[in-house]
C-alpha cells in the first residue's frame, strides 16, 4: 500500500466515535478528518516507516477520543495543538521503541534536537501555524 492510500484511510473512524458521547461526534470527525493525514505525513517523515506511522497517528486520535469532552471544550487552534502535543509525544515513544534514540535522559540535546525538528514538520505541514 503506497502513502496516498494510507493518508486517505478512515478505518479506524468508527472505533473512535464509539469512544465519543454522542452529541460530541459530528465536532470529532470534523477535527478527524482536519487533522489526521496531516499527522500522517508529519509521523511518516520521522518514522520513515508507513505501518509505524499510521500506528502513531492511530494512538494519538485514540487518546484523543477518550479524552474528547475536554478537547472539544478547547477553541480550534488550542485542539490542534492538544493533537501536536500528542503527537510529538507518541513520535518520542515510536522513536524510542525503534531505537532511534536510546534513552532522551541520556541527552538532553537529541530530545532538544528531535523537539526543534518535530515542530518545524508540524508548521511545515501546516498543522499548526
Do not use: W
Amino acid at each position: 500500500m503506497c502513502i496516498r492510500d494510507r493518508i486517505g484511510s478512515d478505518k479506524m473512524l468508527p472505533i473512535y466515535m464509539v469512544l465519543v458521547d454522542d452529541d460530541d461526534v459530528s465536532d470529532f470527525e470534523v477535527l478527524y478528518r482536519e487533522c489526521r493525514n496531516k499527522a500522517y505525513i508529519i509521523a511518516y517523515k520521522i518514522l520513515k516507516n508507513e505501518s509505524l506511522a499510521e500506528e502513531c497517528v492511530s494512538e494519538v486520535f485514540l487518546s484523543v477520543a477518550k479524552n474528547f469532552k475536554k478537547v472539544n471544550n478547547l477553541v480550534s487552534y488550542e485542539q490542534h495543538k492538544y493533537i501536536v502535543i500528542v503527537l510529538g509525544t507518541k513520535l518520542l515513544t515510536f522513536l524510542q521503541k525503534k531505537k532511534i534514540i536510546h534513552r532522551i535522559c541520556h541527552t538532553k540535546m537529541i530530545f532538544i534536537l528531535t523537539t526543534i525538528n518535530i515542530r518545524n514538520l508540524i508548521r511545515i505541514n501546516g498543522l499548526i501555524s
